[in-house]
C-alpha cells in the first residue's frame, strides 16, 4: 500500500442500516470516502431488529436450541445487509462486493455463539482494495474448526470491524453508531456531559466493561491488544469539522497520544447487576474456592466481592452477578450447600453499578474520597466497593442511578461550560 493512500474500516451498526434509506445515507458516507481517495472496507451489522427477531425463532422453536444450527440462523442478519449495502454502492457507481465471514476467512474457536477470533487472512480483501474495490463484510461471523459457520456474540460485529483493521492494517477503523462520540457519561442523564476528542484504549475498555455501551468490551480489548485506532462517529450528523478545533467524533487511541490527562475520564454506570449475599459460611481454608469454584464451572461471571468475618467463626461474602445469571447463581449455589454449610441466601437485583475512570487516577489521589464523600453528601449508601490501578466502582441502590451520576459528575468537575 502506497503511504499516500489512507486505509481505513467503516463500520456500521444495526441503527445505521435499520431501513433501505438508511442503507442509502451509509452508501453515500462510504462513496465520500472513496471519492477522497481511501482504500475503505465496510462491516455492517444486520438491520435494527432482526438479530433479536431471529434469536427468538429460534428459542421459541426450542429454548434448548442446537447452538450450531442458531450461528446458522442469527448470521442471515449481517449477511442481508452486505448484500443490500453492495447493491447501494454499485448504485452510486461505486465497485463493491458482499463478503461474508467464511469467505475471508475469518476464523474462531468452536465456541458457537460466543466464538473468539482465532486468525484472519486479509490477503484476498486487501487485493480487492487496491483493484478499487470496496469490500462489504458481514460481521459478527465467522467460520469455525469445524467449517461451521459461528457468530462473536452480541456485538460482535464492532470486535470483527477491529480484528478486520488489523488484519488489513488499516490507519483507523470508525465505527459509527447512533451518538456521535464517547462522552464523559450519558448525556441522556447529565445534558452537561461532555464529549471526549480522545481516550485511551484503558479508559475505554474499563468504561466499557462497567456499563458504557458505546463500544463492545472485545473490541476495546483487541484494539488495544493490536494496536488499532478507533474512531466513533455519528451515522446521522457529520459534525463539526476537524478544522474547527474538535474531531468529528472520538478518538480511542494510546495513552501518549494524549498530552494532558484529566483526573477522571467519565462515569459509566450499568443496571445489569445482582447482589448475592451468602451469610453464616464457615471461616475455613477454601471457603471461598467452595463458593465461586461451582459458578465459574457454570459461567457464572462473578464481578464485585466483599468479605467481613465475624467473631462467632463464620463469614460473610456479598458479591454481584449478571441479572441474567442471577437465577442460574442461586440454583448452583443451593445444589452446593452441602460444602458451604450457609445459613442464608439474600438477593437483590434492584441495584446499580456506578463507576468513575481514568487514567489520570494514577497520579492523582483522593479520588475515590471524593466519590465516597459525594454519595454521602446525598444520603447514598454504598453498599460494595471495587477498585483497579484506573477505575472505582461501588454498588448502590438503583433509585439513586441519576442523582449519583449527576452528583460525580458535577464533582469531578466534568461538566461542560
Given at each position: 500500500?502506497?503511504?499516500?493512500?489512507?486505509?481505513?474500516?467503516m463500520?456500521?451498526?444495526?441503527?445505521?442500516?435499520?431501513?433501505?434509506?438508511?442503507?442509502?445515507?451509509?452508501?453515500?458516507?462510504?462513496?465520500?470516502?472513496?471519492?477522497?481517495?481511501?482504500?475503505?472496507?465496510?462491516?455492517v451489522?444486520?438491520?435494527?431488529?432482526?438479530?433479536?427477531?431471529?434469536?427468538?425463532?429460534?428459542?421459541?422453536?426450542?429454548?434448548?436450541?442446537?447452538?450450531r444450527?442458531?450461528?446458522?440462523?442469527?448470521?442471515?442478519?449481517e449477511?442481508?445487509?452486505?448484500?443490500?449495502?453492495?447493491?447501494?454502492?454499485?448504485?452510486?457507481?461505486?465497485?463493491?462486493?458482499?463478503?461474508?465471514?467464511?469467505?475471508?476467512?475469518?476464523?474462531?474457536?468452536?465456541?458457537?455463539?460466543?466464538a473468539?477470533?482465532?486468525?484472519?487472512?486479509g490477503?484476498?480483501?486487501?487485493?480487492?482494495?487496491q483493484?478499487?474495490?470496496?469490500?462489504?463484510v458481514?460481521?459478527?461471523?465467522?467460520?469455525?474448526?469445524?467449517g461451521?459457520?459461528?457468530?462473536?456474540?452480541?456485538?460482535?460485529?464492532?470486535?470483527?470491524?477491529v480484528?478486520?483493521?488489523?488484519?488489513?492494517?488499516?490507519?483507523?477503523?470508525?465505527?459509527?453508531?447512533?451518538?456521535d462520540?464517547?462522552?464523559t457519561?450519558?448525556?441522556?442523564?447529565?445534558t452537561?456531559?461532555?464529549?471526549?476528542?480522545?481516550?485511551?484504549?484503558?479508559?475505554?475498555?474499563e468504561?466499557?466493561?462497567?456499563?458504557?455501551?458505546?463500544?463492545?468490551?472485545?473490541?476495546?480489548?483487541?484494539?488495544?491488544?493490536?494496536r488499532?485506532?478507533?474512531?466513533?462517529?455519528?451515522?446521522?450528523?457529520?459534525?463539526?469539522a476537524?478544522?474547527?478545533?474538535?474531531?468529528?467524533?472520538?478518538?480511542?487511541?494510546?495513552?501518549?497520544?494524549?498530552?494532558?490527562?484529566?483526573?477522571?475520564?467519565?462515569?459509566?454506570?450499568?443496571?445489569?447487576?445482582?447482589?448475592?449475599?451468602?451469610?453464616?459460611?464457615?471461616?475455613?481454608?477454601?471457603?471461598?474456592?467452595a463458593?465461586?469454584?461451582?459458578l465459574?464451572?457454570?459461567?457464572?461471571?462473578?464481578?464485585m466481592?466483599?468479605?467481613?468475618t465475624?467473631?462467632?467463626?463464620?463469614t460473610?461474602?456479598?458479591?454481584?452477578?449478571?441479572?441474567?445469571?442471577?437465577t442460574?447463581?442461586?440454583?448452583?449455589?443451593?445444589?452446593?450447600?452441602?460444602?458451604t454449610?450457609?445459613?442464608?441466601?439474600?438477593?437483590?437485583?434492584?441495584?446499580?453499578?456506578?463507576?468513575?475512570v481514568?487514567?489520570?487516577?494514577?497520579?492523582?489521589?483522593?479520588?475515590?474520597?471524593?466519590?465516597?464523600?459525594?454519595?454521602?453528601?446525598?444520603?447514598?449508601?454504598?453498599?460494595?466497593?471495587?477498585?483497579?490501578?484506573?477505575?472505582?466502582?461501588?454498588?448502590?441502590?438503583?433509585?439513586?442511578?441519576?442523582?449519583?451520576?449527576?452528583?460525580?459528575?458535577?464533582?469531578?468537575?466534568?461538566?461542560?461550560?
Open positions: 500500500m502506497s503511504p499516500t493512500v489512507p486505509r481505513i474500516v463500520k456500521f451498526g444495526g441503527t445505521s442500516v435499520a431501513d433501505l434509506d438508511r442503507i442509502r445515507a451509509v452508501a453515500e458516507k462510504v462513496r465520500k470516502q472513496v471519492e477522497a481517495g481511501c482504500e475503505v472496507a465496510v462491516v451489522s444486520a438491520m435494527s431488529g432482526v438479530t433479536n427477531r431471529l434469536v427468538g425463532y429460534c428459542r421459541d422453536l426450542s429454548p434448548q436450541h442446537d447452538e444450527e442458531y450461528d446458522t440462523v442469527v448470521a442471515t442478519g449477511q442481508v445487509t452486505s448484500g443490500l449495502l453492495a447493491i447501494a454502492l454499485q448504485n452510486l457507481g461505486v465497485n463493491a462486493r458482499s463478503w461474508l465471514g467464511w469467505q475471508i476467512p475469518l476464523r474462531t474457536d468452536d465456541a458457537h455463539g460466543k473468539r477470533i482465532a486468525s484472519i487472512d490477503a484476498n480483501l486487501i487485493s480487492s482494495m483493484a478499487g474495490q470496496v469490500p462489504v458481514a460481521g459478527f461471523q465467522g467460520i469455525g474448526p469445524d461451521r459457520i459461528t457468530t462473536l456474540g452480541r456485538g460482535g460485529s464492532d470486535t470483527s470491524a480484528a478486520l483493521a488489523a488484519a488489513l492494517k488499516a490507519d483507523r477503523c470508525d465505527i459509527y453508531t447512533d451518538v462520540g464517547i462522552y457519561t450519558d448525556p441522556r442523564i447529565v452537561k456531559a461532555r464529549k471526549l476528542d480522545k481516550i485511551t484504549y484503558e479508559e475505554m475498555l468504561l466499557a466493561s462497567v456499563g458504557a455501551k458505546v463500544l463492545q468490551t472485545r473490541s476495546v480489548e483487541l484494539a488495544m491488544k493490536e488499532v485506532r478507533v474512531q466513533v462517529l455519528s451515522s446521522f450528523t457529520d459534525g463539526p476537524p478544522s474547527e478545533g474538535h474531531l468529528p467524533g472520538s478518538l480511542v487511541v494510546d495513552e501518549d497520544e494524549i498530552v494532558e490527562q484529566e483526573q477522571v475520564a467519565g462515569i459509566a454506570y450499568s443496571r445489569d447487576e445482582a447482589k448475592i449475599s451468602v451469610r453464616q459460611l464457615p471461616d475455613r481454608p477454601g471457603i471461598a474456592a463458593v465461586f469454584g461451582p465459574a464451572d457454570a459461567n457464572v461471571n462473578v464481578d466481592i466483599v468479605q467481613s465475624g467473631d462467632d467463626g463464620t460473610n461474602m456479598t458479591f454481584t452477578v449478571g441479572k441474567t445469571d442471577l442460574r447463581a442461586i440454583s448452583v449455589l443451593e445444589a452446593n450447600h452441602g460444602a454449610r450457609y445459613t442464608e441466601l439474600q438477593t437483590d437485583d434492584d441495584v446499580v453499578k456506578i463507576s468513575v481514568g487514567v489520570g487516577m494514577r497520579s492523582h489521589a483522593g479520588v475515590a474520597s471524593t466519590m465516597f464523600r459525594t454519595l454521602a453528601e446525598r444520603n447514598i449508601n454504598v453498599q460494595v466497593i471495587s477498585t483497579s490501578e484506573i477505575k472505582v466502582s461501588v454498588l448502590i441502590a438503583s433509585e439513586y442511578t441519576e442523582l449519583a451520576v449527576r452528583a460525580l459528575h458535577t464533582a469531578y468537575g466534568l461538566d461542560a461550560a
